[in-house]
């Protein structure tokens, strides 16, 4: 995998920022939102097909991506969309630019990523939270992208 926000780095998010509850409407953070300026350029971290693009709802412009291992790719907030539906992506294309639409509206700028995995890891179960039985869906991307 690669960063999928062009010239950010580590610094550009928390790593405390996957599954942090409470937070707002969503009630918990299952992913990590990477801060750069609005309209830096927004990459597929992985080789995969474009399954959904939308433009609506708490994540705003938002793509889809199904990648290696069945595990789904989710990029939000994007001010640009640039790719479509079934278009087949090399790590690194471009798939739209960083923004802040959807609930992100008067927030800085940033892409939030999460990554979902169809297979359960029941070890990730979270009791402390209310959707903690959620986490055994979700991958840290901070785990994989440092």
């Known amino acids: 995998m690669i960063q999928p926000v062009k010239g950010a780095g580590l610094q550009d998010w928390s790593e405390k920022s996957f599954w942090a509850y409470p937070w707002g409407s969503s009630i918990t953070h299952k992913g990590i ?46 001010d640009e969309i640039e790719t479509f539906v079934f278009q087949t992506l090399k ?38 939270t209310v959707h903690g039985w959620k986490k055994m869906f979700y991958l840290n991307p901070d785990t994989w992208l440092r």
Do not use: C
């Not at 609005?38 to 939308?54: E, M």
């Not at 960083?98 to 070890?123: E, Q, R, W």
């Open 33 to 78: 939102d990477i801060f750069q300026e609005k309209g830096t350029d927004v990459v597929a971290s992985t080789h995969g097909i474009v399954v959904y693009t939308h433009e609506g709802g708490k994540g705003g412009k938002s793509v889809m991506v199904l990648g290696p291992k069945w595990r789904f790719h989710y990029y939000a907030h994007l």
């Open 91 to 128: 790590r690194g294309k471009v798939i739209g630019t960083v923004g802040d639409t959807g609930n992100a509206k008067g927030k800085p700028p940033h892409l939030h990523y999460a990554i979902t995995s169809p297979f359960p890891n029941p070890y990730l179960y979270d009791k402390e």
